[in-house]
């Protein structure tokens, strides 16, 4: 075992051989030096990364007629908090956007995220080779390109007369999601069949073994789906403009839209757009923030088995 | 025997409800939209078969049938290639960095988290003739730059692009990064390698289950990458396959010709992913050796 | 076992899905026949009878008419109810949708340039026989023009003969050249003011000379960016487009096949003039209404409406305000007096499925009439029926201020002259427009010299070829369904 020697010491010779007193400086030298390299790097491009937000942030704070000054500032000389407020009256829809939304996020994650569990605990505990062969087709489901279910999807609910109604948003999400199935199934691998057996014996119904045993084990990975999936149908734009056509029915992302190409004098009110954008950002944040821990206990490709 | 008849039974049980959903949303829509494809259908009565005609015309007088597929193609190299190097690069600074390193990620990842309408209105904004950026530039003396006319159309939706999927790469990639064994990396600093070797022979490998997925799930999005394009414009610069399948679709209402136009997508998805599987899956390596 | 559940399996999973798709197949066919519509529960409180009007109105026009009901229609029809749809998104790809659907509103906005598919699909009522036994509203109380825009007879594939299927409920047309005077030397006024038959509509200039005109009244600063536009082009710039093609004895499209005329040399060179006079106008980087800046006076020239001094304001121009027929190519004794087109018409058709197309023509009789009559007072749109220019429009104890009563009395001019520019029945004015407003910009970019992607052949290629698309799918559809 080296010792670590003081520099700044004599040390009489005949001690242990000790490493050539500038090595050791000269390495953490050397580290320290890259990793100020790398923080810069980072810093800067971290900079470029958030610059278009922060510009964002601080142009939905301007008035109208400093936006579109020829002259560019980036912060507001006045802050214009009306701009904000006028999001909330820029339609007379506007909350009922927003409970558009919530309602499709309740419902669409809730039916999905059961949807998945079952569908997960299928494929990892009832082993055959139909499940095998599913699975490939399961995963072959991600390859097909949205523009061939679009046509016929529409037409099929055209026909159906629901078009313009919530069912075309919300029925397909009984299917579950091929993604989170696929790291469902990763996560009830894990879980040794050991305890799933012993619990059989016990009398316990393979719905009950799913709900006592395999779900509190899989929380980090179902809670992920569920933000997630959350965070997905805030957002969600070009799924509803397919569908939905009354504006009272439109959910936020179709309203934004449509006031976009409100004008005046030609231009857009861009302020109270990146106001609303602003404001429509902050759940899609805090549900990340949220989730941001949970994803990475729930997965795991590199790795093997867990648990 | 009975034991796994019942667990046959049980498994279709569990998973009915994807057996379901999948058959009417997924494989109906498939197989009606072939059918769709050989037809004349413009939401008028019941589709009329006509054969080939569809695809005959796509190819022989659909004016920019080849160009959205160049497109098309340029646009998901140009964003695929761009974040995964970058994200990859950033992945491993990250990673050698002692502190922040939770600080960093979270502010790459902050414009993926962006709703799809928010990051819109923002580089709408951004690259308006008289928008941020030209306001920047006038500040500085420059000329505006139209960031949204043929020439530089495309540059801005990749640009666009990599700035929203920078940080998705980084999350699947950073803890890949970091998953690989220190003592392997050390091993070879004994033998006097260089970073850059370290990363080629150590990490590359190890980190290359994910890159894969990452590529594959990145082409096949990027081949049917419309969002952009149908939000800021571009004109012929930028229109891409899936792009015009909707135009055809939903404003002009030829169902046919939309669903031929799909299929020929769908193919060329299929071509490309099957290359890569067999080109690229020699190449992954499995340290449990899958 | 094995087998045999495998059989059962897959047995089980085909069905569900032939099923699936036997049920929704066969369910396109709209719901079974209604009873019959009781006319005499219309003026009764208790009369249930729902009507549905599903338009292109914004959400302002659609609360004054909301109020005009309540106040007015819901009086005279207490069993009438009224549902006023709008949405938002292409209006008539939208309906198309609803009537495969079967869901399609009762009472449907209907433009002439898009009306073709919908009676030739057979989806509209003919409205003869509602006007002949109605009490408020004849057909020939409306302008002539009506029949032009929305009579069609199907053996002869012509418009303007055989029954009616819609009708105008005002006439909002773009189609006349509003200038400020102020911005005008005195050769440039004396120009577009020429006015041989003193009409107070300024004659029609020739391309020649408005083309020059709308580029000598260009205004730059120092940077480069137009401070004074010469000429902007309307809202809808497709529908000016083929105004102009028009008024050079043309047409987009040739009316025995259906397919472009973009290939021919004559109506290149109307293309030439208009895009150029466009592209140095910086038109794509003009706003896109161009009534504000119009009336902030910077705008010499631009083609508008008569709704135009109502909601834009252009009476406050006063004086300065100037109004001239469109440009046509040459100028001759004919020409003088140009005739503008209809294609801003907006009107009703009545739905062919609908179960209460009595009471949906009772909305509409009404309409004309009363809400019509309260249209005219704000000099908004010209009304349908021609009673109102004289009675209210032009009457000075109604219409006080004196620049709108000279604007109204110009357009009633015109409309007496008008005439509806051809319609293709292959290719809707839609699809057309949808075609220019992709590639006008690239065109107009190749013009100023920015790039070589667009010259003006390729522009006219690209019409040629996506009009040719659609025409070839809907006669081969037409032809297919017999």
Redo the contacts between chains.
Sequence with gaps: MQTATDPMQAVPAEAEPRKPKNSFRGKKMRTLR??IA??I??AL??VM??L??A??IF?SFKSFDEY?A???RFFPSVWHFDNYVRVFTSS?HFFTWVGNTIVLIVLNTVLCTF?TI??A???AK???K??DV?FM??LC????????????????W????L??TIFPLL??????SAFY?FMFKQNMRGIPNEIMEAAEMDGAG?FKRLWTIVVPNCVPAIATMVLFTA?GI?????GPL?YL???SKFNI?LG???L?SQ?????QD?PM??A???L??IP??AL?FLG?GL??KG?S????VKG | MKR?TK??V??????S??L???S???L???V??LY?SFCS?M?VGKPIWIGFQNFIDLFTKERFFYKTFANTFVFMTATTVATLVLGLL?SV??N???R?KRF?Q??????A???????T??????YAR?G?LN??L??LGLGPIEFLNTNNAMTSLVVMSV?GG??GKI??LL??VA?VPQEQLESMDLDGANAWSKFVHVTLP??S??LF?LLI?DI?GG??AY?PMMMLGGGTATIT??LQ??NY??IDHL?GY??A???I??VL??IV?VIFFKFGGRKVYY??GD | MKKSF?KI?AVAFASLFVCTGCG??G??TSGGGGEEEDESTFGSASGKTVVTYYSFNN?QTNRELQKAVEEDFNVKYPGIHVDL?????SFFT?VF?DF????AADIIGMEPGEIAPFVMYDYLEPLDEYFASSEIVHQDDIWAVNKQAYCYDQSTMKFGTGKLYAVMKDWSTDAMLFYNKALLSEEQLAIIGRDANNDGIGDPMTFDEFSKLAVDLIKSDSKGSVTQYGYLPGLHEAKVLAQFLANAGLSWFDPATGYSTFKNADVQNVLNMYYTVLAKNDKDH?????Y??FRQGQVAMCMGGLYCTDMYDFDGLGDNLGIAYPPVKTRTAETTESIPYTTGCVGFAINKESKSKKASFRFIEWYLDYFGAQDARKLNNFPALQKYADSIMLNPEINTNATMRRIAACFNESLKRAAVIDRNLWCSQASFEGIENMYAGELMETIRGKNNNRPLSDFCDILDSGIRNQVDQRKRDYETRG
């Design positions: 890259k990793n790398f923080y790097i980072l491009i971290g990364m958030v278009p937000t510009v964002m142009s579109y020829l002259k560019f007379e949807s079952l569908v605990y299928g494929f009832f082993r055959c139909l499940a599913l087709v399961l489901t991600m390859m097909i390109p949205w523009a061939v279910t679009m046509v016929p999807s529409f037409v099929v055209a026909r159906l007369k078009t313009d029925l397909p999400s009984i299917g579950g199935t393979s965070m805030w957002g969600d734009y070009l397919i056509r009354t504006p992302s934004l839209n449509m976009r004008t005046t004098d030609g231009k861009a757009l990146l609303a954008s602003v429509m950002a899609s944040i990340y941001t994803f990475s997965i490709l590199q790795g093997g | 796994q667990t046959v049980q498994f279709l049980g569990y998973v409800p994807w379901v959903g999948f009417c949303f997924g109906f829509p498939m009606y939209s769709m259908y939401m950033f600074l990250i050698s960095i002692p922040c960093f979270t502010v790459y990842y902050l414009p988290i962006l709703p799809f309408i928010a990051g209105m923002l580089w709408e904004s951004m008289f941020i306001g920047i006038g500040n700035w920078i940080g999350t699947m803890p890949a998953a190890m980190i289950p994910t997925y799930m096949i081949l049917q969002g396959a899936t399948i909707y679709a939903m169902m939309a669903s136009y799909a299929w997508v769908f998805v299929l992913t340290a449990d | 495998w399996a929704i197949l369910g396109g959400e749809r709008i949405s938002t998104g939208n949708n495969a659907g079967g869901t003009a706003p896109g209404n161009p504000p800046i």
